[in-house]
């Protein structure tokens, strides 16, 4: 019985309500805000501050920025929803029309203690254009948007990570380097 009733609430979790999609109201100040949380997060990929990453790294993510048209932040299961399931995902648009659909964020939408920033981005050369809401954002203080901000600099600037690693990381070391370190007694 337990079984069927969990059943049946993750069926209704993951079919019930419609997708949020962003309002038409443009927020200089949120466009503002989250540049400065793309640039910190390019920032960070210095690979003094970053081991493992090329140094190459921060100029790749700058141009990968440039290929990206919008980004649209919503919660996946819509404002219905409160299940646990119903995560912030980001749907990329690149600049030749291809699409990168439910980017996951890692966070949750939790339209009970407070509604999630769902907005699109706009991106012009690289940098935000355009953030456009429906204006519950300025519901809450300034700060209070911020989380939200650095998790989807955060996740956008990744995306190319999972798609292009070669541009962000060292090559993986082959069997043969591998063999050839087990030789020299190198560590």
Not at 40 to 52: D, F, H, K, L
Not at 86 to 107: A, K, P, W
Request: aromatic share 6%; proline share 6%; hydrophobic share 40%.
């Amino acid at each position: 019985m337990l079984v069927l009733a969990s059943l049946t609430n993750l069926i209704t979790a993951c079919t019930e309500g419609t997708r949020e999609m962003p309002g038409s109201r443009a927020n200089a100040v949120l466009a503002q805000l989250l540049q400065g949380e793309i640039d910190a997060e390019v920032g960070r990929m210095n690979p003094t501050w970053s081991p493992g990453l090329i140094p190459q790294a921060p100029d790749n993510a700058r141009a990968w920025l440039g290929e990206i048209d919008d980004v649209v932040a919503r919660c996946r299961y819509g404002p219905r929803n409160r299940s646990k399931h119903n995560l912030m995902e980001y749907d990329v648009t690149l600049r030749g029309g291809e699409r990168i659909n439910g980017v996951f964020s890692g966070q949750r939408c939790l339209y009970g203690v407070a509604q999630p920033l769902v907005m699109r981005v706009r991106f012009a050369q690289g940098r935000v254009g355009e953030v456009l809401t429906d204006g519950r954002e300025r519901r809450a203080p300034v700060e209070a948007a911020v989380p939200e901000l650095q998790k989807l600099a955060e996740s956008v600037v990744r995306v190319d990570w999972m798609r292009r690693p070669a541009l962000y990381f060292p090559p993986e070391k082959s069997a043969a380097d591998i063999a050839r370190e087990w030789e020299q007694g190198r560590r």
